[in-house]
């Protein structure tokens, strides 16, 4: 059973910093590549950043970058998002997320449709 669970969210006046967990069960995340993604009220769920198999491979939204770091802890089998310097247009749900296939490349990691699994996410809202 794949079990993605995220925690961390809260809420942060703007220029603060959270950092998101990710707890995996059932497969070992350093096999598989590992997303997050936000939805904004009203909006679609967009991407935010991602971690391929691959050590050192990470990806970033323009809007985010230089803001937020993933990483992840094999021994914990655990993914994160580091947010620093939060601004309110940051607020929404955050969700973890999951590829099925293990050790890709060439896959597009910015798209939603390359997910299989998700989490049920957790809200972070920034206040001005």
């Known amino acids: 059973q794949v079990q993605l669970v995220e925690s961390g969210g809260g809420l942060v006046q703007a220029g603060g910093s959270l950092r998101l967990s990710c707890a995996a069960s059932?497969?070992?995340?350093?096999?598989?590549?590992m997303g997050w993604f936000r939805q904004a009220p009203g909006q679609e769920r967009e991407f935010v950043a991602a971690?391929?198999?691959?050590?050192?491979?990470?990806y970033y939204a323009d809007s985010v970058k230089g803001r937020f770091t993933i990483s992840r802890d094999n021994a914990k089998n655990t993914v994160y998002l580091q947010m620093i310097n939060l601004k309110p247009e940051d607020t929404a749900v955050y969700y973890c997320?999951?590829?099925?296939?293990?050790?890709?490349?060439?896959?597009?990691?910015?798209?939603?449709?390359?997910?299989?699994?998700w989490g049920q996410g957790t809200q972070v809202t920034v206040s001005s």
């Open positions: 971690m391929s198999w691959s050590v050192g491979n990470t």
């Open positions: 997320a999951q590829d099925r296939r293990a050790y890709t490349s060439g896959t597009i990691l910015t798209s939603r449709s390359t997910y299989d699994y």
């Open positions: 059932g497969r070992t995340v350093s096999r598989y590549a």
